[in-house]
Each structure stands twice: as C-alpha cells, then as structure tokens.
C-alpha cells in the first residue's frame, strides 16, 4: 500500500511558476512508475506527465510540454512538477498517481495509488 500527498498549489498570476510535491509512504517508493493527472471544473481528469521508477524515462502531454518538468527524488520517496509559464487554462486539482510498474502510461487506469490532490489556480 503506497500513500500520496501532495502540497505545493496554490494562487499564482499568468506566467508565473509553481512547483508541486508529491510525498509517498512506504519504502518501495523506487519500485514505482508515478505520474501527474489534473483535473478542471467539468472536465474529465487527464494526464499532464509521467516519470519511470528510475526517473530515467519522462513524458509529457503536449499541452505542458516545454513548460513543465516532472522529476523525482527517490531518496526522499518524493516526486515533483515544476510548472513555469502557466497560463489559465492550467487551472486545475493535480493529483499525483503511483503504478506498480517501472513505466507506466498515459491513462488512468495505468495507476494504482492516487493523492487527494492540490489545487492550483492561475489567474490572468
């Protein structure tokens, strides 16, 4: 059983930058694929980035692409989102998500273990 809690949202103008944290219980932390997810008012959730267990291998959505970078610490069962450039439209509830694989993919059901989320508001 892995436990995820994220911290780090928050209020911020258009271009401006956040980073988010993601701290996992545990300590097979290094054994797991994690990813981020976000989450807007009446839309459907959607994958936003993705870092193998190794951290060697990321994936971005193209939406975030060039501006957000996923990275992770497994010394400190801690995964992060640095988000710079934000705009708007990347107003959302982000949850972190933990597979129990070494990579996972782009879908929901990809994930094992979710965060309760944070939320992140940019204002223009």
């Known amino acids: 059983q892995v436990q995820l809690v994220e911290s780090g949202g928050g209020l911020v103008q258009a271009g401006g930058s956040l980073r988010l944290s993601c701290a996992a219980s545990g300590r097979t932390f290094s054994r797991y694929a994690m990813g981020w997810f976000r989450q807007a008012p009446g839309k459907e959730r959607e994958f936003v980035a993705a870092i193998s267990a190794s951290g060697g291998y990321t994936d971005y959505a193209d939406s975030v692409k060039g501006r957000f970078t996923i990275s992770r610490g497994n010394a400190k069962n801690t995964m992060y989102l640095q988000m710079n450039s934000l705009k708007p439209e990347d107003t959302a509830v982000y949850y972190c998500?933990?597979?129990?694989?070494?990579?996972?993919?782009?879908?929901?059901?990809?994930?094992?273990?979710w965060g309760q989320g944070t939320q992140v508001t940019v204002s223009s």
């Open positions: 998500a933990a597979a129990k694989t070494v990579v996972a993919g782009r879908e929901s059901y990809d994930y094992d273990y």
